[in-house]
């Protein structure tokens, strides 16, 4: 039996730039990013965790594996080994100390893998370049960025799960600094274009508005991990250039959605972007916040997304479920939904598991566009 309580949908506003402090590393980490990502082919187009909360989860606990809740579709050398490795041996071939970090971003999949390091300030990310150079890193060619070998060839006798600056087949890595950032690559050119300055997720009024729904729905939680997505995301059998923009121009974007609405019919209508998000409180939850061009068609996606946890979702992630709205950038506005599950803690939680990995295996779920 469907336990799961769907809370009155609100018509609340919030500021885009008055964001809860648990969101500061995900805000930040936005920054570091292209916002070329919202217009590639991919719909889970970047991956976030919180290297502090994720830690913090094992306090108390000494048998505690704090990474194995983390669940990303990104190739994050760095988050692989942590989770296999003794923190000083890890420490020892990062460049870095874990009291320097605060999270982990990352996007694409090899050879077009990228990893973002989150430190502590830029002085951090500075000392971690000259660690790494004191460690047998050396510049690479390309302005900025040092490496340990040769870009892309294979060498198992160099393979090292413990290093996180080495693929799975003994592959150098490339490393350029970005702010307080370190960014990892698989190519000195890609790590030097990634460092560069361009537009940012973070500037971009789709995912500023999810941000605002984001802070909503999650409240005082923490932010574990998290899933930067794309209508892609939700289009699963579906031509994807029914929904994208060949372009990063809003107004343009707004009217290839708009004559869409009528072909997918009810369920949830086409969204921007939008973020899902792993949350801890007093129990594990996830947070929804998905762009729309307006209050009422948002509050129809929540409203929508709501019923369909409650039909489709294993009992292990049901629970108290609130969808609402949320004013964002630009007279967008967020559709968002939290659901709180009623199920003890679990290594992995089910409920952001319950929307990740029904993408990750190519099938239909709660996001879905239109009909499921």
Not at 15 to 40: E, I, K
Request: glycine residues 10%; charged residues 20%.
């Amino acid at each position: 039996m469907r336990r799961s309580v769907i809370a009155a949908g609100l018509l609340l506003t919030t500021s885009v730039s008055a964001f809860a402090q648990n969101l500061d590393a995900l805000s930040d980490a936005l920054n570091h990013l292209p916002a070329t990502l919202l217009v590639g082919d991919r719909g889970d187009i970047a991956y976030f965790v919180d290297v502090r909360v994720v830690m913090g989860l094992a306090d108390g606990k000494p048998d505690a594996r704090p990474f194995f809740r983390v669940l990303s579709g990104a190739d994050i050398n760095a988050l692989a080994s942590l989770a296999r490795t003794e923190q000083s041996e890890w420490e020892a071939k990062a460049g870095t100390r874990m009291d320097k970090l605060v999270y982990f971003a990352g996007y694409g999949v090899p050879p077009n893998a990228h990893s973002f390091w989150g430190l502590s300030d830029a002085a951090a990310a500075s000392d971690m370049i000259s660690t790494l150079e004191s460690i047998g890193f050396e510049h690479a060619g390309a302005p900025g960025v040092i490496g340990n070998g040769e870009p892309q060839r294979m060498d198992p006798a160099k393979r090292d799960p413990s290093d996180p600056w080495r693929t799975m087949i003994g592959a150098a890595q490339f490393a350029a600094a970005k702010g307080s950032n370190v960014v990892q690559a698989q190519t000195p050119q890609a790590a030097m274009l990634a460092a560069a300055q361009q537009p940012s997720l973070g500037e971009n009024p789709i995912l500023q508005t999810a941000l605002a729904g984001l802070e909503q729905s999650v409240g005082d939680s923490q932010i574990v991990q998290a899933t930067i997505v794309s209508p892609l995301f939700g289009i699963t059998g579906i031509d994807p250039m029914a929904v994208m923009s060949p372009s990063n121009d809003l107004e343009e974007t707004k009217k290839r959605l708009e004559e869409q609405m009528e072909m997918f019919g009810s369920g949830i209508p086409p969204y921007f972007g939008g973020i899902v998000a792993d949350i801890q409180h007093e129990r594990q939850g996830v947070g929804i916040a998905l762009a729309y061009p307006d209050c009422t068609i948002a509050q129809q996606a929540a409203d929508a997304v709501a019923a369909r946890w409650v039909d489709l979702v294993s009992e292990d992630a049901q629970g108290q479920i609130t969808a609402n709205t949320a004013e964002g950038e630009d007279g967008l506005c967020a559709a968002t939904v939290s659901v709180f599950v009623d199920s003890q803690d679990t290594p992995q939680n089910p409920a952001y598991r319950a929307v990740i990995e029904t993408y990750m295996r190519g099938q239909q779920g709660v996001l879905q566009i239109g009909e499921s």
